[in-house]
């Protein structure tokens, strides 16, 4: 199992980065609470990371905290959640907002995110409520915090990015344009917009 990475971030486009280790790229898939706390291009940085092995490839997930990773663990081990839907769930909610919806049993919330309906939601409630212990939410750090644009291509290339990650994480094309529209891009860098977008679907 990998379960760390150190080395120079060569490229990301939500919800995929390029980590450079010793001349080795990884490719790694991260959710958003990840991208935001990136830093730029060309700088170091260390992940936590979790190794899927598939008969068809080998997929590789990073982490900015390891609170995200456990999450992600335990997800991928509720009957029917996959690791790309873990992915959405945690792009689209930060990990103790996740937490307060399991304790107070709020599925209406947990069904705006993409990918969870109604009987998902449900069964996350019953299967998480009890992997979690009471103060659950304080061991896991809010994912807010957003990064600064750190690229200097103009605006219609970052609308374009966030588009494409948002479509990755589940939304459909025409949800996620109006998603971008109502986040005033002007200006954002892709995860700026996307965090805008994401937040606006859970208020």
Request: aromatic share 4%.
């Amino acid at each position: 199992m990998i379960g760390s990475l150190r080395g120079v971030l060569r490229a990301k486009h939500p919800p995929f980065l390029l980590l450079d280790v010793q001349g080795v790229g990884y490719e790694i898939e991260a959710p958003m609470s990840t991208f935001y706390k990136l830093p730029a291009v060309g700088e170091e940085v260390t992940l936590h990371t979790h190794l899927i092995v598939r008969e068809d490839a080998h997929l590789l997930y990073g982490f900015a905290e390891a609170s995200e990773r456990a999450l992600f663990r335990a997800l991928i081990r509720v009957s029917g959640i996959g690791a790309r839907l873990a992915v959405s769930i945690l792009s689209g909610m930060e990990p103790d907002a996740f937490v307060r919806c399991v304790q107070d049993q709020d599925a209406v919330a947990l069904t705006r995110l993409p990918g969870v309906g109604k009987r998902t939601a449900e069964r996350l409630i019953v299967e998480m409520k009890d992997r979690m212990e009471v103060g659950s939410a304080a061991q896991l750090p809010g994912t807010a915090a957003a990064a600064g644009s750190v690229g200097a291509r103009g605006d219609q290339d970052e609308v374009e990015d966030a588009l494409s990650a948002l479509v990755a994480l589940g939304y459909r094309p025409a949800e996620a344009t109006r998603m971008v529209r109502a986040a005033d891009a002007q200006g954002l860098s892709s995860e700026e917009i996307i965090r805008r977008a994401l937040q606006a679907t859970i208020k």
